[in-house]
């Protein structure tokens, strides 16, 4: 065995390889990690390159793929893209879920039943507070998108940010978990999770630090390199943040690979300040 | 600071195979400048510290082949930061005057072993023209095999760091400066 797959049978890296296939989106999130906004640079990654990071990823001994951005779904490949890359992992794609109309949503219907999970985000039960953190209509736009995904077959999970999960009302949250449920989504594929104090949030104040000592190494691969974690390239002031770089080298897989289980040393699995979202 | 054509990375910015190289309070423009290629700055400073760094050859040979061809080369950096390194490996501030093309060698350095060794040097590292057959025969006089080719990749990987600090354009340190300018030699 690899010392990558070793690393990775061990949980000392996550068993997911994450890809960024854009930073640009449609919406403008006060706490958004990349800065992403529509109009901002967007840093591609070629659905050839991610089919091909996905082929070695499987070889390297991950066993699943994560595509975040950025809004992924403003990628009219994309959808093409989830199938072919559901031919070799599982893959979860995050997705603000405001796209999921017209054409876009016809699109979507061969991806039902294929190993393939849209996390949406979803922040509050009520529309104004989910609203001002993630744009006006959002709300709507979502709570209309989960049903018609599940109807066609497609997983949802929805993810839920939170500026600080331990002391947020649990009456509020009581309201959002049965709006979950009700628009058909278990409690098993609802995650909650602090605003991470990267990007936006950062220059917000907002959220609870996060370095490499509280994030669960999770290899990323990006259109600028390769990093240590989905909550790595983030972008401050238009700067793209390289405290979680871990090469510039994102093909052959192997070479970002085998780099972060150095970067890792002896670092035991579960190291107790990390904040445990993945 | 790096120069003009490269942000350094800070501190705060250090990628994680960056960081061993950080030291606290700051660290070196080559260092702050390879940490935008990690992958590159964890093979680069160790190849480094093993041909540049303390070896079986004396730290005086050493800074004889960095300084001369850091001089050939006309590399501001490397002749500055390995002016301040000379004087702590034993030189004079007349030999590194005469290294630095600023006095005689033949006055500042009498002895045959070090005076073919600088005749190699300026043969390897100062002209683009091809080694002249024959050039570094003298030199087995006074080095074994093993020496030869430590002291000439010496002077090749210095003519590489050489390039890479003028192209970029990285700037001594304020404290190599100071140095030096306490010592008469900017």
């Not at chain 1, 070695?56 to 793929?65: H, I, K, P, S």
């Not at chain 2, 990628?15 to 992958?39: F, I, K, Q, W």
């Amino acid at each position: 065995m690899s010392a990558v797959a070793e690393a990775i049978a061990e949980g000392r890296v996550g068993e997911r390889l994450w890809l960024y296939p854009n930073y640009h989106c449609n919406l403008r999130c006060t706490y958004c990690l990349t800065e992403s906004a529509p109009g901002v640079p967007r840093r591609l990654l070629e659905p050839e390159t991610i089919l091909e990071r996905a082929h070695e990823a499987r070889a390297l001994g991950f066993t699943g793929v994560g595509i975040t951005g950025g809004e992924p779904f403003l990628l009219d490949w994309l959808p093409e893209l989830l199938a072919e890359l559901a031919q070799i992992l599982p893959v979860i794609v995050l997705s603000n879920a405001t796209l999921f109309t017209g054409r876009r949503l016809a699109a979507l219907e061969p991806l039902g039943g294929l190993p393939i999970h849209i996390q949406i985000s979803l922040d509050s039960a009520e529309p104004d507070a989910n609203d001002e953190m993630r744009g006006s209509g959002n709300f709507a736009e979502v709570v209309a998108a989960i049903p018609e995904l599940l109807r066609r077959g497609i997983g949802v999970r929805v993810a839920t940010t939170l500026e600080d999960p331990a002391s947020h009302d649990p009456a509020e949250l009581d309201r959002l978990c049965e709006l979950h449920r009700s628009l058909g989504v278990g409690d098993e594929d609802h995650v909650v999770r602090p605003v991470i104090r990267r990007g936006r949030a950062a220059a917000g104040g907002m959220g609870v630090p996060a370095g490499a000592d509280e994030l669960d190494p999770e290899l990323t691969i990006t259109a600028d390199g390769a990093f240590a974690s989905p909550f790595g390239p983030t972008v401050r002031a238009g700067a793209l943040d390289t405290d979680l770089l871990v090469t510039r080298t994102t093909s052959p897989l192997a070479v970002p690979a085998g780099a972060l289980v150095r970067a890792l040393g002896g670092r035991a699995a579960g190291h107790d300040a990390r904040l445990g979202i993945r | 600071m790096a120069g003009v054509l490269v942000t350094p990375v800070e501190p705060a910015q250090a990628p994680l195979l960056a960081r061993p190289h950080y030291r606290e309070g700051g660290t070196s423009p080559l260092v702050s400048s390879l940490a935008h290629v990690p992958e590159a700055l964890e093979v680069t400073m160790p190849f480094i510290a093993t041909v540049l760094g303390p070896s079986a050859i004396a730290a005086r040979t050493k800074e004889l082949v960095i300084l001369r061809t850091s001089a050939r080369l006309e590399c501001s950096y490397c002749v500055q930061t390995h002016s301040s390194v000379a004087l702590d490996s034993g030189l004079s501030v007349a030999e590194v005057r005469a290294l630095r093309g600023e006095e005689s060698l033949e006055e500042a350095f009498p002895a045959e072993d070090e005076r073919m060794l600088l005749g190699w040097v300026d043969a390897v590292a100062g002209t683009v023209d091809p080694v002249p057959a024959g050039a570094g025969v003298e030199l087995r006089e006074h080095f074994s095999e093993p020496e030869v080719v430590e002291l000439t990749l010496l002077c090749a990987a210095t003519v590489m760091l050489n390039r890479y600090c003028t192209a970029l354009e990285l700037p001594a340190s304020p404290a190599t400066l100071q140095r030096l300018a306490a010592e008469g030699l900017l």
